[in-house]
């Protein structure tokens, strides 16, 4: 019965691929220029079975079987449907439809494995050389070969991490600490039962949580240290990505690292090399002129593209410097106004062109390329890195170059946070998102028709969110001049938040509501507070968001 509930809408998705398949593989029955090298032909089986959130990410399957067909002939090309649920169950942003291509070719595995770059879940993507023999059985036609050990190795969503001696000694030196200071309390627990709680007992008391507090953080630390991974594991792959990028550009570049110990998080290392790959070849095909150019320009023939790493607080920052063109403002503003993003006359300041790179399917290019047209734009760059709690900005010097700087959390598991309450519910703010936190006065409080409210502050005009009507929160205080206006920043834009009162700083174990609840604007996780209640974790960049679309109506 689950079966046939699919429906005719799911038979015309892979209707619609079958016809993809067709117009694809259709100059394989015509007569075609021979490849460069007939006698080094070989055929492969690639088997793609998409990741779900493969569309959310900017990747798009028909572009991946573009790429493929620009290596070879595709001899044959079957859709897979197998993962499509029921009609009641599918949900219109996941992607579903996977596919077999059989492609004669004379290219490698490392130029097959290329088309896929992006794609790094294990089991997704499986390339299976083809006997060349037309009379060849097909199940010996399709036997796999072994995989070579570098590219077993080489995806970085690994199920283990390498730790040093050194901080295995330490963590288990702090259990033995956390084991006396547990001993102590205990003792103290009973001599207090025995005896009654003198004034004595209770400093003991006091001084031994203290102590047992400060395990607990070191411990923290030290569990952290251990998924800390040196960002060379991600930087050490571009190298041979600008040299073989360049050598198809007919560019010189130099590529050049610093700080590639600076250590990160292993969940934030694997989510960051995909955006880092695409500010990279974008660097490469878009910002760094050719030989010719930048001798005209009195610059060296050889562009220089750096990678950099920094430690700040909290924070990590990465940076992808070249020494190109820059941003073209003029071009940009054209593209934008052809776009209908802008008017024709506005003249935006150099910050605000900038950030129209990151709107959704903008580009420049005029024509679409291997580098260009891979189905990932700038916009899923900043997505990604909102997504990790990041922020991402842009410095550029026409004729000089241009530097993206990303700024990251130095760990997703752990969040000095505020916790703050509105009605009768508790929600945590990240702390390094606070800049601060007033009382509004009546008359710094404006109504925009049809859009919203705006706090003024200091001659600044913020967005202001009233927080017990976003969440529908019963009982909190009505009146903002009795409540406390908190002001949030994320990727240098503001926003007003309303709230009952503020509690307390302290750190918190971020728990995912994906796996079980529909997502919400605004709200990045959960937490389990010291008395077992459950609090939500606010989404800054989400209420930004909010903020600015009451920004625009206004």
Same mark, same amino acid.
């Given at each position: 019965?689950?079966?046939?509930?699919?429906?005719?809408?799911?038979?015309?998705?892979?209707? &619609?691929?079958?016809?993809?398949?067709?117009?694809?593989?259709?100059?394989?029955?015509?007569?075609?220029? $021979?490849?460069?090298?007939?006698?080094?032909?070989?055929?492969?089986?690639?088997?793609?079975?998409? &990741?779900?959130?493969?569309?959310?990410?900017?990747?798009?399957?028909?572009?991946?079987?573009?790429?493929?067909?620009?290596?070879?002939?595709?001899?044959?090309?079957?859709?897979?449907?197998?993962?499509?649920? &029921?009609?009641?169950?599918?949900?219109?942003?996941?992607?579903?439809?996977?596919?077999?291509?059989?492609?004669?070719?004379?290219?490698?595995?490392?130029?097959?494995?290329?088309?896929?770059?992006?794609?790094?879940?294990?089991?997704?993507?499986?390339?299976?050389?083809?006997?060349?023999?037309?009379?060849?059985?097909? &199940?010996?036609?399709?036997?796999?070969?072994?995989?070579?050990?570098?590219?077993?190795?080489?995806?970085?969503?690994?199920?283990?991490?390498?730790?040093?001696?050194?901080?295995?000694?330490?963590?288990?030196?702090?259990?033995?600490?956390?084991?006396?200071?547990?001993?102590?309390?205990?003792?103290?627990?009973?001599?207090?039962?025995?005896?009654?709680?003198?004034?004595?007992?209770?400093?003991?008391?006091?001084?031994?949580?203290?102590?047992?507090?400060?395990?607990?953080?070191?411990?923290?630390?030290?569990?952290?240290?251990?998924?800390?991974?040196?960002?060379?594991?991600?930087?050490?792959?571009?190298?041979?990505?600008?040299?073989?990028?360049?050598?198809?550009?007919?560019?010189?570049?130099?590529?050049?690292?610093?700080?590639?110990?600076?250590?990160?998080?292993?969940?934030?290392?694997?989510?960051? $090399?995909?955006?880092?790959?695409?500010?990279?070849?974008?660097?490469?095909?878009?910002?760094?002129?050719?030989?010719?150019?930048?001798?005209?320009?009195?610059?060296?023939?050889?562009?220089?593209?750096?990678?950099?790493?920094?430690?700040?607080?909290?924070?990590?920052?990465?940076?992808?410097?070249?020494?190109?063109?820059?941003?073209?403002?003029?071009?940009?503003?054209?593209?934008?106004?052809?776009?209908?993003?802008?008017?024709?006359?506005?003249?935006?300041?150099?910050?605000?062109?900038?950030?129209?790179?990151?709107?959704?399917?903008?580009?420049?290019?005029?024509?679409?390329?291997?580098?260009?047209?891979?189905?990932?734009?700038?916009?899923?760059?900043?997505?990604?890195?909102?997504?990790?709690?990041?922020?991402?900005?842009?410095?550029?010097?026409?004729?000089?170059?241009?530097?993206?700087?990303?700024?990251?959390?130095?760990?997703?598991?752990?969040?000095?946070?505020?916790?703050?309450?509105?009605?009768?519910?508790?929600?945590?703010?990240?702390?390094?998102?606070?800049?601060?936190?007033?009382?509004?006065?009546?008359?710094?409080?404006?109504?925009?028709?049809? $859009?919203?409210?705006?706090?003024?502050?200091?001659?600044?005009?913020?967005?202001?969110?009233?927080?017990?009507?976003?969440?529908?929160?019963?009982?909190?205080?009505?009146?903002?001049?009795?409540?406390?206006?908190?002001?949030?920043?994320?990727?240098?834009?503001?926003?007003?938040?309303?709230?009952?009162?503020?509690?307390?700083?302290?750190?918190?174990?971020?728990?995912?509501?994906?796996?079980?609840?529909?997502?919400?604007?605004?709200?990045?996780?959960?937490?389990?507070?010291?008395?077992?209640?459950?609090?939500?974790?606010?989404?800054?960049?989400?209420?930004?968001?909010?903020?600015?679309?009451?920004?625009?109506?206004?």
């Amino acid at each position: 019965a689950g079966d046939d509930s699919e429906g005719p809408g799911l038979g015309a998705l892979v209707d &619609a691929l079958a016809d993809h398949a067709q117009a694809v593989a259709q100059p394989a029955s015509a007569p075609a220029e $021979a490849p460069p090298s007939p006698g080094a032909e070989r055929e492969w089986e690639v088997h793609f079975s998409p &990741a779900r959130d493969l569309l959310q990410r900017g990747l798009d399957p028909l572009r991946l079987l573009d790429a493929l067909a620009a290596l070879g002939r595709v001899v044959e090309l079957r859709g897979e449907a197998s993962g499509l649920p &029921a009609l009641e169950a599918l949900d219109p942003e996941a992607a579903y439809l996977g596919f077999t291509c059989r492609l004669r070719t004379a290219v490698g595995r490392g130029e097959l494995a290329g088309c896929f770059e992006f794609v790094h879940e294990p089991g997704t993507v499986r390339l299976v050389p083809v006997a060349a023999g037309p009379g060849e059985a097909p &199940a010996a036609r399709r036997r796999p070969e072994p995989r070579p050990a570098a590219e077993r190795a080489a995806p970085v969503a690994e199920g283990s991490i390498r730790v040093a001696t050194e901080k295995v000694d330490r963590l288990v030196d702090l259990v033995g600490e956390l084991v006396i200071t547990q001993s102590m309390l205990a003792q103290l627990a009973r001599e207090l039962a025995a005896d009654g709680a003198t004034p004595d007992r209770l400093a003991e008391l006091v001084e031994a949580v203290a102590q047992m507090d400060r395990h607990a953080r070191d411990l923290e630390e030290r569990v952290m240290a251990i998924r800390m991974v040196p960002i060379r594991t991600v930087f050490g792959r571009f190298a041979r990505v600008v040299r073989d990028l360049a050598r198809a550009e007919g560019k010189r570049v130099r590529f050049e690292t610093r700080g590639d110990e600076t250590e990160l998080d292993k969940t934030v290392i694997e989510r960051i $090399a995909d955006p880092l790959m695409h500010l990279v070849r974008n660097a490469v095909d878009h910002g760094i002129e050719p030989p010719e150019e930048r001798r005209a320009r009195g610059k060296p023939e050889t562009g220089t593209l750096t990678l950099a790493a920094y430690q700040q607080g909290g924070h990590i920052y990465i940076e992808v410097q070249d020494d190109g063109r820059g941003l073209d403002r003029e071009r940009i503003l054209r593209k934008a106004v052809a776009a209908g993003l802008l008017a024709p006359g506005d003249a935006p300041s150099d910050e605000a062109v900038h950030a129209l790179i990151w709107e959704p399917g903008f580009s420049t290019a005029d024509r679409v390329t291997e580098v260009s047209g891979r189905g990932v734009g700038m916009d899923v760059v900043k997505r990604n890195v909102d997504a990790l709690g990041g922020a991402i900005s842009i410095a550029s010097t026409p004729g000089r170059g241009a530097t993206f700087r990303i700024k990251l959390p130095l760990t997703l598991a752990i969040l000095d946070g505020q916790a703050l309450r509105v009605g009768e519910q508790v929600y945590i703010l990240p702390l390094a998102s606070i800049t601060e936190s007033v009382r509004p006065a009546r008359e710094s409080l404006r109504t925009v028709f049809g $859009a919203g409210e705006a706090f003024v502050m200091r001659g600044e005009v913020l967005p202001f969110l009233r927080l017990h009507r976003l969440f529908g929160v019963p009982g909190a205080e009505q009146d903002p001049t009795r409540g406390l206006a908190v002001i949030v920043e994320h990727d240098g834009r503001r926003v007003a938040l309303l709230v009952d009162e503020l509690l307390g700083q302290q750190q918190f174990v971020i728990k995912s509501l994906d796996a079980n609840f529909q997502r919400v604007d605004g709200v990045a996780g959960a937490t389990i507070l010291g008395d077992g209640r459950v609090a939500l974790i606010l989404d800054v960049p989400g209420l930004v968001a909010l903020g600015r679309a009451v920004g625009r109506a206004a």
